[in-house]
């Protein structure tokens, strides 16, 4: 089975693996829309460590080509939507935490990001069907619903992780898709300011569209003092949706005490965070630092379509690139990878 991923770390390039088996809660589905994600492209240079032939891909959308005989939700022929995070349902792991992200272990829930075989294959394998495929709403198109797999229910999950209330003042770091869904999510929750940081041009416009009320470069000066100047002494939540390690230590600088850190961008293996303990009041601060990936499973994508549905936001702003066909996944993928200034996110259509 032909597919696109990374045949070791910094080699991208077309791959021949085996196709996937059904097992009796499985589904095979078939990518009809797919889109590279910033973090396959980390994936591929070896942020997540050595991984070598693995098909990548995590944003699909597709036609159900084979189910098990246990799965009684979805036969061939259906068209889904395919959370980029999918449980094994039956692990304690998810029964015990709220996010659904931790089924045998940490982050052992994305099982498309290195585990196995991702979506950029001619069929991939979703575990646990019934539980992990959505159907597409009807008055959502097909594209708006890919972005709500990863882009929209990571940013949102940004939101959540930060508990914004009524009139918070709130600093999203990153404006790719991911940040851009974060200051969407922002806004509907209730904040009142909403500093984005980022500089490309496409970006700063949709973010002012979702509900940005000011914009702020990290390549002009420092974004700290950026952010205390324009709050009056602080943050009450910062979402860090992009940046490196300094990216850390600048979040906790600039959020008030009380205050909340929600990152949901992917720091590097070797990476090692730190900060000086002044920033977080020597221990006392009540600055709460947390970190998280989108919670997986159907019932998350259906809510995210509701929002499409009905008209509380449009994810198909991010949308600067269209391509057709299979075979243009590696020019989307290497675009992904390149990041030209005017890319905010390119969809792939593979028929
Ligand atoms: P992009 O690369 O498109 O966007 C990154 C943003 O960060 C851009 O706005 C960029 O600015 C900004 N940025 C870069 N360097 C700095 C810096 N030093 N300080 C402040 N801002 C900076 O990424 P995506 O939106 O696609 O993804 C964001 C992150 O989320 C990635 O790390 C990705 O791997 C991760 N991710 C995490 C998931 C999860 O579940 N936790 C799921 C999906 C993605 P500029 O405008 O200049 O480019
Ligand atoms: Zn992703």
């Given at each position: ?28 589905v078939r990518p009809t829309i797919v889109a590279p994600c910033s973090s396959d492209t980390h994936v591929m240079h070896g942020g997540n460590g050595p991984k070598f032939n ?19 939700k979805f036969k061939p022929g259906d068209f889904v939507v395919v959370p980029c995070c999918t449980p094994d349902w039956n692990e304690l792991g998810v029964q015990n935490f ?210 499409i549905k009905h008209g509380r936001v449009d994810t198909t702003k991010l949308i600067t690139h269209t391509f057709k066909g299979f075979d243009k996944i590696e020019d989307a ?19």
């Amino acid at each position: 089975m032909k597919g696109y991923g990374m045949i070791e770390i910094g080699k991208p390039g077309w791959l021949d693996n085996p196709r996937p088996v059904c097992g009796p809660l499985d589904a095979l589905v078939r990518p009809t829309i797919v889109a590279p994600c910033s973090s396959d492209t980390h994936v591929m240079h070896g942020g997540n460590g050595p991984k070598f032939n693995l098909i990548l891909g995590h944003e699909a959308v597709g036609e159900v080509v084979e189910v098990g005989e246990l799965v009684t939700k979805f036969k061939p022929g259906d068209f889904v939507v395919v959370p980029c995070c999918t449980p094994d349902w039956n692990e304690l792991g998810v029964q015990n935490f709220k996010s659904f992200s931790h089924d045998v272990g940490m982050l052992k829930s994305f099982k498309f990001l290195g585990a196995k075989d991702g979506v950029f294959g001619e069929v991939f394998h979703v575990n646990f069907a019934d539980a992990n495929l959505a159907p597409l709403l009807e008055g959502v198109s097909p594209e708006a619903a890919l972005l709500t797999v990863d882009m929209m229910s990571t940013g949102f999950h940004g939101v959540e992780q930060a508990e914004i209330e009524y009139g918070d003042k709130v600093v999203v770091i990153g404006i790719g898709p991911v940040g851009l869904m974060a200051v969407a999510g922002a806004a509907l929750a209730g904040a009142g300011q909403i500093i984005a940081v980022g500089t490309r041009p496409n970006c700063r416009k949709v973010a002012t569209e979702y509900g940005a009320t000011d914009l702020i470069s990290y390549k002009d000066g420092d974004i700290v003092e950026k952010v205390h100047e324009l709050t009056g002494g602080g943050s009450n939540k910062t979402i860090i949706a992009g940046g490196d390690k300094t990216t850390f230590t600048q979040a906790v600088a600039m959020t008030k005490e009380m205050g909340i850190i929600s990152n949901v961008n992917f720091f590097d293996v070797t990476d090692v965070l730190s900060m000086p303990a002044y920033l977080w009041g020597l221990g006392m601060a009540h600055k709460d630092i947390r970190g998280g990936f989108c919670p997986g499973g159907a019932e998350r994508i259906i809510r995210m379509q509701e929002l499409i549905k009905h008209g509380r936001v449009d994810t198909t702003k991010l949308i600067t690139h269209t391509f057709k066909g299979f075979d243009k996944i590696e020019d989307a993928f290497l675009m992904m990878d390149q990041k030209p200034a005017d890319l905010i996110k390119p969809v792939v259509y593979t028929d």
